[in-house]
């Protein structure tokens, strides 16, 4: 993994995102004189220049060769669904979260496609990273006369912070199997990431001389950052260091309720007016215009605001509406004066159908009030977190009625939305990029340990843990020894675990310790029901020549930025072991 304050002349960003991905980039030279300075990629969307690229994949029918991305992708399944050629194909849409839901993640987690073909989730990733990663270095050949050297580059991988540890590295492994050196890879927090770039922005108005200017936020400012993306709102708490630096003040927190929420009541809402099998029909007979369909919302739900006073027009594709009327036989007005929405939708004439503004503001009531009420939680306890600013980032940061509703909600914060909201987090993660020990300080987001046993305490540890050696001793097994505990405030590369052990077969070259995590600080037994099984940490290389008992190895973890670093030494002979963490078993 890469070092702190890298000193490659590249530094290459990739946001994967929920629903848009892109890429950002840097040369050192730039970065020296103005950080800020950041190459970002602009895609062609057919109707003009759009910076992220929607995360769609289309992989040809052998499964295994990725034929094209975004709104290239989206275009030309279409094509293929009208010619009725795309049965064999594989198109990935918004796959992303299934890796946030999916709690047993393993190498070989399977998800869907659009109609339901099956295809190993790491595959798909890696191969939208390398078209990616191929795609930033084709465009920065076209810049520089010479010739960029894979080991020039360091690359940074934004995740959203509230994923877990098995996700983060899932990420890292499919970015390997896309052609990064896992020595030249960084995962940046995607709330961290908009941090730091917000602290290198203008944003806080300050008065001197008489005169007033706009600078960054001020040491000892403390302030919220809301990552609000399309799959989920990431949320960290940030506090300006006297050097500019930050420390995060609570551990990140959040949940999916991203603008996919939004997108999903306005797909419950063509459900309840033309029924769930012909939207599913629409959907698999006529995608192109499914896609479509769903563009044309994404622009309008943008325009929505608390203050809407005009109603929406959508146009039906013709597709669904001959759908619509071979499986039901009613015109759609005679469907709608069936539904709730009898009152407030209206069909126009040239396939059109009237929404209320009510109706529109409706899609966004479960994302916002999920994103309030976990916000609420800070801001009545602000004699506790001190928060003075909320910063707004992501693309669903650009929607007036979320930025209102943390207006309403959060009345003593000072919301902000940055220039280039939906850039922060890329940007960001190149800065990262070259300064990964900005965040100074990070909050522990679990308890960390170790399993272990210890002498047997007849009346305090249960029967049925107990444990009788050869030598007759009697331990406790199953026991909880933690290293790290949940809310603990770390730096940046600062030792959080060593420990002294060897193999436990005289046949072994390696020794295993079996991490566990806890979400509260007091557990006892890794049998809790707080307490979860995180991966093992394994070391390798050790001299079989020597007795078991001298085949002793120091282990050091290392919390740095994202993530624990380990460092294993024989203790004999002072030679550096592998040792890596797995959480992917």
């Known amino acids: 993994m890469a070092s702190e304050n890298s000193t490659k002349i590249l530094v290459a960003a990739i946001d994967f995102g929920t629903t848009f991905s892109s890429w950002a980039c840097s040369f050192r030279h730039d970065y020296e004189k103005d950080p800020t300075k950041i190459l970002v990629r602009e895609w062609n969307s057919g109707v003009g220049i759009s910076s992220k690229a929607p995360t769609t994949a289309l992989i040809r ?11 290239n992708a989206e275009d030309k399944y279409g094509r293929l669904a009208e010619n009725d050629e795309h049965k064999d194909w594989y198109y990935f849409r918004r796959f992303k979260m299934s890796l946030f839901k999916d709690k047993s993640l393993t190498r070989n987690t399977i998800i869907d496609d659009e109609m339901g073909k099956k295809m190993a989730a790491i595959k798909v990733i890696s191969l939208v990273i390398r078209y990616l990663k191929d795609d930033l270095c084709e465009q920065v050949k076209l810049k520089m006369a010479g010739a960029l050297l894979p080991e020039d580059i360091q690359w940074v991988l934004s995740v959203p912070a509230i994923w877990n540890d098995k996700a983060r590295q899932f990420m890292r492994e499919a970015a390997v199997q896309a052609g990064i050196s896992d020595k030249q890879l960084l995962i940046a927090l995607e709330p961290e990431a908009a941090s730091l770039y917000c602290r290198r922005i203008p944003l806080e108005l300050k008065e001197s001389g008489g005169t007033s200017s706009i600078v960054p936020l001020s040491p000892g400012t403390r302030y919220i950052v809301v990552d609000a993306g399309g799959g989920t ?20 927190t959040g949940g999916a309720w991203g603008g996919q929420e939004v997108d999903k009541a306005f797909k419950q809402f063509l459900i309840k007016i033309f029924g769930n099998p012909v939207v599913k029909q629409f959907k698999v007979e006529a995608m192109e215009d499914y896609v479509g369909l769903f563009r044309d919302f994404e622009l309008k739900k943008r325009i929505v605001s608390p203050n809407l006073n005009e ?42 159908l009237r929404l209320d503004q009510s109706i529109m503001r ?36 650009e929607s007036v009625m979320l930025r209102e509703a943390i207006r309403e909600n959060c009345s003593t914060w000072k919301v902000l939305v940055p220039d280039g909201a939906s850039l922060a987090v890329l940007k960001g993660a190149v800065l990262y990029g070259y300064d990964q020990s900005a965040i100074v300080y990070r909050v522990a987001r679990y308890t960390y340990g170790v399993r272990t046993r210890r002498d047997f305490i007849d009346g305090v540890h249960p029967e049925e843990y107990l444990v009788v050696n050869d030598e007759g001793e009697r331990f406790c097994k199953h026991m909880f020894a933690p290293f790290l505990t949940e809310g603990t405030l770390v730096r940046y590369n600062q030792i959080v675990y060593k ?8 046949k072994n070259d390696y020794l295993n310790i079996s991490i566990y995590a806890s979400t509260v600080k007091d557990a006892k037994f890794i049998t809790n029901e707080c307490c979860f099984f995180l991966g093992n940490l394994k070391v390798t290389g050790l001299d079989t020549s020597i007795p078991r008992s001298q085949r002793k190895v120091d282990v050091t973890i290392t919390h740095k930025g994202t993530d624990l670093h380990v460092h294993a030494t024989d203790t004999r002979s002072g030679r550096k072991l592998n040792a890596y963490i797995d959480l992917l078993d």
């Open 499 to 506: 420990i002294g052990g060897n193999p436990s077969d005289s």
């Open 362 to 397: 409706g899609f966004f009531d479960r994302s916002l009030r999920s994103v309030c009420d976990h916000l609420q939680t800070f801001h009545e306890d602000n004699e506790k977190y001190g928060i003075s600013v909320a910063l707004l980032v992501g693309g669903f940061a």
């Open 311 to 352: 109603d929406v027009t959508f146009s039906i594709p013709v597709s669904l509406l001959e759908i619509f009327k071979e499986n039901s036989g009613e015109t759609l007005s005679e469907a709608i004066n069936q539904t709730q929405f009898a009152t407030n939708v209206r069909v126009l004439k040239g396939n059109k």
């Open 61 to 71: 029918p052998d499964g295994k060769t990725l034929d094209s991305i975004g709104y």
């Open 233 to 252: 709102i990431d949320i960290t708490i940030h506090e300006v260091l006297e050097d500019g630096n930050v420390k995060e003040i609570h551990k990140a």
